[in-house]
């Protein structure tokens, strides 16, 4: 069992940062494949980024591509997502999510189905 936690949401500018930090427990949360999702009101829940477990790899959804960076440091089971240049349009509740069909390999995944784990989300709120 893996719990989720997230937490650094809040409200900024367009234009502004945010950091938004997922703390897991579990020993074995170096082994797995990491992804932050987010859900728009009245829209589906989609991809934002993902790394693989020892980070290396990553993947973004384009309309995020050279503003937000996605890592994570396995020795405080934590994985990050760096926010810059927001806009509206990024408003959103982001979850941060665990792969566990990745353990120890470099494979990402951006469709939903594969993760886990959920945490419960952080409200990020953009504005104009």
């Known amino acids: 069992q893996v719990q989720l936690v997230e937490s650094g949401g809040g409200l900024v500018q367009a234009g502004g940062s945010l950091r938004l930090s997922c703390t897991a427990s579990?020993?074995?949360?170096?082994?797995?494949?990491m992804g932050w999702f987010r859900q728009a009101p009245g829209k589906e829940r989609e991809f934002v980024a993902a790394l693989s477990w020892s980070g290396v790899r990553t993947k973004y959804v384009d309309s995020v591509k050279g503003r937000f960076t996605i890592s994570r440091d396995n020795a405080k089971n934590t994985v990050y997502l760096q926010m810059n240049s927001l806009k509206p349009e990024d408003t959103a509740v982001y979850f941060c999510?665990?792969?566990?069909?990745?353990?120890?390999?470099?494979?990402?995944?951006?469709?939903?189905?594969?993760?886990?784990?959920w945490g419960q989300g952080t409200q990020v709120t953009v504005s104009s």
């Open positions: 579990g020993r074995t949360f170096s082994r797995y494949g």
């Open positions: 999510a665990a792969d566990i069909t990745t353990q120890a390999m470099e494979i990402i995944h951006s469709n939903q189905p594969y993760y886990t784990y």
